[in-house]
């Protein structure tokens, strides 16, 4: 039997509905958890005031929903069925002929469209958003002062000592031992009062130094001087240099391919940007998964809601393995034991797997 237009339209309609109300509460409950946690850190920080943390609570909103989305298809789509079974509308429907196939083809298609609308369109928005909330968050609530940025014209490092501040130049960079090439550095008096400039083949980063090689030194009061070595004082080490990096989140889904390339260029592991690209690109088979699993458990639900909240309790559960799995697979690989590709696409692949064979086992009993 093929499934009317109008019912289809209805359904759809009912699953938006219900995803929408899931994910606003969802929202609403993060929002006010991250507001208070935000008021905790900021206690101590007169900078800080309410109005800071209150926009930082809603910058970071944004982002926030974007990870909760899956988990607020998978309530949606649990309530709206369970719903349905309760005024016996699904019952009928099931009694015409319709399969489950059908009843869910709406589902499927509305999580293809807003997985890909969340992918194009809201993930740019909000990695935009969650950029500015890092900006803030360092400065108002971490103190941070030292920043990274990779260009095509190569890195630029800023630092902060108790003197001024300095700004590092390099075209390249060689990793483990994290050494900068072609190096060019600009030192500050204060925040804008140039002293001197080091131009050096090479800069090993040591503990509390800069090792700087072939120095030339430069400076509006003194001659040009070069050196063989020299030192030149920072309290960066390379975990902290390395977490300056502009944090995959808070690129868009466009520039990442970019970013990659710039990374890769100048000698930088691109393996996480990669692997987080891949799973936000895989986010319409993470969305039609949940739904195959909410529906899973919730059509096992009888009309008289007999056992219906341990039901829709382990569909919960079963929504939370999936969210461990995809924790566990993008750990992997981040840290290369398994291709980015399958590291993305691999938690979406598995719920529409696990979903798809619980009801095709429905289906067939």
Known sequence: MRLSTTLSIYIGREF?????????????????????????????KPTATMAVVLQLALLHLPYMIQRVIPYAFLIGVMLVLARLTRTSELVVTRASGTSVWQILFPGIVLSVIVGAFVATVFNPLAASLLWRYEQLEARYIEGRVSSLAVSSSGLWLRQADDYGESVIHAQRITEPELTLHEVVIFRYQGKDEFVQRLDAATAQLKTGYWLLRDVLSTGPDHMAQR??????????TISQIQENFASPETLSFWEIPNFVALLERAGFSSLKHRVYWHSVFAGPALLSGMVLIGAAFTLRISARNSGAGWLIALGIVAGLLVYVFSDVVLALGIAANIPAPLAGWAPGVMAVLLGGAMLLHIEDS
């Open 16 to 44: 938006l509905i219900g995803i929408g109300v899931a994910l606003f509460a969802l929202g609403a409950l993060i929002f006010m958890f991250d507001f208070v946690e935000l008021s905790r850190r900021a206690a101590s």
């Open 227 to 236: 050196h063989e070595q020299h030192r030149f004082a920072t309290e960066l």
